[in-house]
T-cell receptor
Framework: DAGVIQSPRHEVTEMGQEVTLRCKPI?????LFWYRQTMMRGLELLIY????????DSGMPEDRFSAKMPNASFSTLKIQPSEPRDSAVYFC??????????????FGSGTRLTVV | EDQVTQSPEALRLQEGESSSLNCSYT??????LFWYRQDPGKGPEFLFT???AGEEKEKERLKATLTKKESFLHITAPKPEDSATYLC??????????????FGKGTMLLVSP
């Protein structure tokens, strides 16, 4: 199994530009999570999908952030327009879903976003 | 609101010097407490899940324990390859049937040869 695959690994963009981060979860996992990690705030949950449906998006900072999961094998996180304070490492994670929580989440390697 | 506090923020050990990392938590009904290891430039890697006070789990030089208010990650005779950031997370027993992990900020461990 290739694990959770995220792309790109690094992204440098100018303020005001649109940024799209991509994630392919592990096959058979029906829960998908987007987290953001910074030194100041640690790992923060942005949004959680179960069976491709957004369940909890209360962590999405503002309307500039949007996430989609069009099918079980692909999700995107979009920031438009991007701002310097969005600079962070964004992680995608997947899980077998409720009832299988003891396996924890499997995280991807992350996308390091820098907005200049 | 679920809260997780880890201490110390950073810990430096000599190879073979045993120690413990602390994770204090407040949660409305604990469903599970998780420990992860994170290496630089990588995503967190799952280590253990603990479900109830008194439970213990072991893996090589690591042992995790759980009480009603905190969890400890004991590292026995650490080696340089144990250097990493260790993250603690809690999962609450959500009323809706769905619940997610709330993470602490982690303890950065450095083991010197």
């Amino acid at each position: 199994d290739a694990g959770v695959i995220q792309s790109p690994r690094h992204e440098v963009t100018e303020m005001g530009q649109e940024v799209t981060l991509r994630c392919k979860p592990i096959s058979g996992h029906n829960s998908l999570f987007w987290y953001r990690q910074t030194m100041m705030r640690g790992l923060e949950l942005l949004i959680y999908f179960n069976n491709n449906v957004p369940i909890d998006d209360s962590g999405m900072p503002e309307d500039r952030f949007s996430a989609k999961m069009p099918n079980a094998s692909f999700s995107t996180l979009k920031i438009q327009p991007s701002e310097p304070r969005d600079s962070a490492v964004y992680f995608c994670a997947s899980n077998r879903g409720e009832g299988q929580g003891h396996y924890g989440y499997t995280f991807g390697s992350g996308t390091r976003l820098t907005v200049v | 609101e679920d809260q997780v506090t880890q201490s110390p923020e950073a810990l430096r050990l000599q190879e073979g010097e045993s120690s413990s990392l602390n994770c204090s938590y407040t949660v409305s009904g604990l469903r599970g407490l998780f420990w992860y290891r994170q290496d630089p430039g990588k995503g967190p890697e799952f280590l253990f899940t603990l479900y109830s006070a008194g439970e213990e789990k072991e893996k090589e030089r690591l042992k995790a324990t759980l009480t009603k208010k905190e969890s400890f990650l004991h590292i026995t005779a650490p080696k340089p390859e144990d250097s990493a950031t260790y993250l603690c997370a809690v999962q609450a027993a959500g009323n809706s049937g769905y619940s997610t992990l709330t993470f602490g900020k982690g303890t950065m461990l450095l083991v010197s040869p």
